[in-house]
């Protein structure tokens, strides 16, 4: 799992477990049964059936706010993408609530194939609700951390979601409330041939931190030293370099296009 800065205080009670653990490569257990928006039991191996990758999200519908955000940008970037959920993937949603009705996820399906505008997607699209048992190992398949706040009556937990190879295993984590649509695409084409995140990739995340002021990724020269030095700095090189050599190549391409 990516390193992570150092906290000097204690976490709060309420974030204790809270977060997630990258699993990667993990199969997420096709056993499990929870109950679909339209009443009817499903196991996960119904809707992950090895043949599309698939986005999986871990919400509860009724957030006040996190998950409604998450969804949110789900749904704004596969609006920018041609990739249709029931023929190139699916999107699995499912319930952290075990109190949470099959009504309630109907409800929420309604409302997100609004927002996406693409009524054709809906049979790709699936809102599972589940008991406790069920909920809890799929997201300790994943290594989603959440909890319950009693004196706030609602769950904390990160915002993330997840991308599954056909086959159920994780390929990739997308972190935020706000999902680029090339990296969403990406992201499921290379799921969709069983690809998984690379150590290089995720000892990276270590290395770099994103630059709101200038929209990137930078250096972490601190991490970087601690982590070795000049080896450290040549795997950096290389990775940059490929970066850049992939971005430039697909700048030439849409330059083509546009000229042609």
């Keep these: ?19 997630i653990e990258e699993r990667l490569g993990a199969q997420v257990p096709l056993e499990l049964t929870f109950t679909a928006e339209d009443g009817r039991r499903v196991r996960l191996g119904d809707l992950i059936r090895g043949e599309r990758p698939v986005l999986l999200t871990l919400v509860y519908y009724r957030c006040p706010m996190l998950c409604g955000l998450v969804l949110n940008g789900v749904v704004d970037a596969l609006k920018e993408i041609k990739l249709l959920p029931g023929r190139d ?7 952290i609530d075990p109190l949470e009705t099959a009504t309630l996820a109907r409800l929420k399906k309604q409302a997100m194939l609004r927002e996406y505008g693409r009524p054709e997607g809906a049979a790709g699209w699936h809102f599972l609700t589940g008991d406790e048992n069920s909920i809890k190992a799929l ?3 994943v290594g989603f951390g959440f909890r319950w706040v009693e004196e706030r009556k609602e769950y904390a937990h990160a915002a993330a979601v997840m991308v599954l190879t056909p086959e159920g295993k994780v390929s990739r984590y997308l972190y935020g409330v706000l999902y680029e649509p090339r990296t969403v ?9 069983g690809t ?6 995720r000892f990276l995340l270590y290395c770099f931190h994103y630059d709101a002021n200038s929209g990137r990724f930078v250096v972490a020269a601190r991490n970087i030293m601690k982590l070795g030095g000049l080896a450290t700095l040549a795997v950096v090189g290389v990775w940059l370099g490929r970066v850049w050599l992939v971005r430039g190549g697909r700048r030439a391409a849409a330059g083509a296009e546009g000229g042609a």
């Design 185 to 193: 695409r990406l992201a499921l084409a290379e799921a969709g041939v």
């Design 1 to 19: 799992m990516p390193a992570v800065a150092q906290r000097t205080e204690p976490l709060p009670q309420q974030l204790e477990g809270v977060g």
């Design 139 to 141: 997201a300790d398949a």
């Design 89 to 95: 993937f699916e999107i699995v949603t499912v319930s």
């Design 196 to 201: 998984v995140s690379s150590l290089t990739e």
